[in-house]
């Protein structure tokens, strides 16, 4: 079996690196704190010191960091991935990151002789820990071909939707629904409360009709119990959509509600919402409507 390196595990990146462990990859490992990933050494990992040095010990080097910075210094730069690499070495990143950064890291890639996926994913920590995401990919066929058991590893919706960019174009897509979805049930909740409905019973009856969406099932219940420890962070909720943004001018596409939702994540982040689940987006909406009807 090929030997996977895999750079970033934290809430997302550990749980995918534990199932590609158990499916029998042998797996080198870095990470910004190596304490937090001591289990996964006991159980057959390898620690590397620099992202060169996971280059040069794997044939295929995953990525799943916090942002595009991030992801260009872990792979072009200096000590970086493609300083280790061999020809042939295939380097995916399965962070949320820039398109436009995706399609400049595969042509340096490709000036290298190695592959370039760009691979990000959907399903939240839950998914990573089920091995159930949802796994879009930009890059070349035969790159997607070779990276596709260990993707099923890890994932369960699997689809190259094209080139290089694709796949982070597709992400950003999602981030524009799925943000624009929280605000929306945070908004409903935070009404049918105010109206002095039980806000749990009309999640529950909205679930079975056209409003159901893994959103409400999920972040609705988390809203209502209040349990907001994250699952996906309110601050890399509001990076991925500050994304989607760059990208749609650049490619000029009107985003009218995603740049209203950014501007509202932005003030919960003012809150110190930011190290909160992105199911706090209900907080700033309660907050909101303690002021409405009140005298300027």
């Avoid at 057959?44 to 799943?64: E, F, K, N, Y």
């Avoid at 916090?66 to 992801?71: K, L, R």
């Avoid at 601050?235 to 650049?250: C, E, H, V």
């Avoid at 995603?258 to 689940?277: C, F």
Wanted: with cysteine; charged share 20%; hydrophobic share 45%.
């Amino acid at each position: 079996m090929e030997r996977i390196g895999f750079i970033g595990l934290g809430a997302m990146g550990k749980p995918m690196a534990e199932n590609l462990l158990r499916a029998g990859y042998p797996l080198n490992v870095l990470t910004r704190t190596r304490t937090k990933v001591e289990d996964l050494l006991a159980a057959g990992a390898l620690w590397q010191d620099t992202p060169r040095q996971i280059g040069a010990a794997s044939d295929v080097v995953i990525t799943m960091l916090p942002d595009t910075p991030d992801v260009e210094r872990a792979v072009v730069g200096p000590e970086g991935i493609l300083e280790g690499a061999r020809p042939g070495t295939l380097i995916i990143d399965m962070s949320t990151i820039s398109p436009m950064a995706a399609r400049r890291m595969a042509a340096e890639a490709e000036a290298k002789s190695c592959d370039f996926l760009d691979a990000p994913v959907s399903g939240g920590d839950i998914g990573a820990r089920q091995g159930t995401l949802s796994i879009m990919a930009g890059g070349r066929e035969a790159a997607f071909a070779r990276a596709l058991p260990i993707f099923q590893a890890m994932g369960k919706t699997i689809l190259r939707i094209g080139d290089s960019g694709a796949g982070q174009t597709a992400k950003a897509a999602n981030q524009i629904i799925i943000s624009s979805t929280i605000e929306a049930v945070a908004e409903a909740l935070t009404f049918a409360a105010k109206a002095g409905v039980d806000p749990a019973k009309v999640r529950q009856a909205l679930l079975g009709g056209s409003a159901r969406s893994r959103i409400l099932e999920i972040h609705g219940a988390r809203m209502i119990e209040r349990t907001f420890q994250p699952g996906f962070r309110m601050g890399l909720n509001k990076k991925d959509l500050d994304i989607s943004l760059d990208a749609g001018r650049t490619y000029g596409a009107a985003l009218p509600v995603a740049t209203q939702v950014r501007e509202l994540m932005a003030e919960t982040l003012r809150d110190g919402q930011g190290e909160m689940d992105n199911s706090s987006f209900i907080l700033l909406i309660e907050k909101l409507s303690a002021q409405v009807g009140k005298p300027a």
